[in-house]
């Protein structure tokens, strides 16, 4: 017999003196013992996940600047050339404007995905700002801040 299976044998018979709830402790401690040891490995995959997070978060930090700015652009573009035309036609008594959207564009979403359109309204009306993608660009930051300060944005429940 192998020095382990000795020790294996006796430690069996000792624990065989013991009571069923001084087993099942004894067993729950040592299943945390073994489930702790993984705990360094968990939080150094958390630490990479947390800066893999904040890079896509700013990632769409600007992506969501860069979308706002182009569509401010092409909106000051078009009033231009609205305008440009609106004075040729003046002549001819007629008078060009804009207007903005009556409707919501995302407004079909509603029905196919209700939570992301719950999400989507609150959005919409938190904000003073006007462009959607500025909205969003505020709540990336918000998510970004919590993420820097350790906040467990992610860990609560809905």
């Given at each position: 017999?192998?020095?382990f299976?000795?020790?294996?044998?006796?430690?069996?018979?000792?624990?065989?003196?013991?009571?069923?709830?001084?087993?099942?402790?004894?067993?729950?401690?040592?299943?945390v013992?073994?489930?702790?040891?993984?705990?360094?490995?968990?939080?150094?995959?958390?630490?990479?996940?947390?800066?893999?997070?904040?890079?896509?978060?700013?990632?769409?930090?600007?992506?969501?600047?860069?979308?706002?700015?182009?569509?401010?652009?092409?909106?000051?573009?078009r009033?231009k050339?609205?305008?440009?035309?609106?004075?040729?036609?003046?002549?001819?008594?007629?008078?060009?404007?804009?207007s903005?959207?009556?409707?919501s564009?995302?407004?079909?979403?509603?029905?196919?995905?209700?939570?992301?359109?719950?999400?989507?309204?609150?959005?919409?009306?938190?904000?003073t700002?006007?462009?959607?993608?500025?909205?969003?660009?505020?709540?990336?930051?918000?998510?970004?801040?919590?993420l820097?300060?350790?906040?467990?944005?992610?860990?609560?429940?809905?």
């Open positions: 017999m192998t020095a299976e000795q020790f294996a044998q006796h430690y069996r018979s000792e624990i065989g003196k013991l009571t069923p709830e001084q087993q099942n402790l004894l067993e729950s401690h040592r299943r013992m073994e489930e702790t040891k993984q705990l360094p490995v968990l939080e150094a995959q958390l630490a990479t996940l947390k800066i893999e997070t904040e890079q896509l978060v700013r990632e769409l930090i600007g992506l969501c600047d860069s979308a706002a700015a182009k569509v401010e652009a092409r909106s000051e573009l009033g050339r609205v305008a440009e035309f609106s004075d040729r036609l003046q002549e001819f008594g007629v008078r060009l404007s804009l903005q959207y009556s409707q564009p995302y407004s079909t979403f509603q029905s196919t995905h209700p939570d992301g359109w719950k999400a989507f309204t609150e959005l919409a009306t938190d904000s700002e006007r462009l959607l993608y500025r909205k969003m660009k505020g709540r990336y930051e918000l998510l970004l801040d919590d820097a300060n350790d906040y467990p944005v992610f860990l609560q429940s809905p």
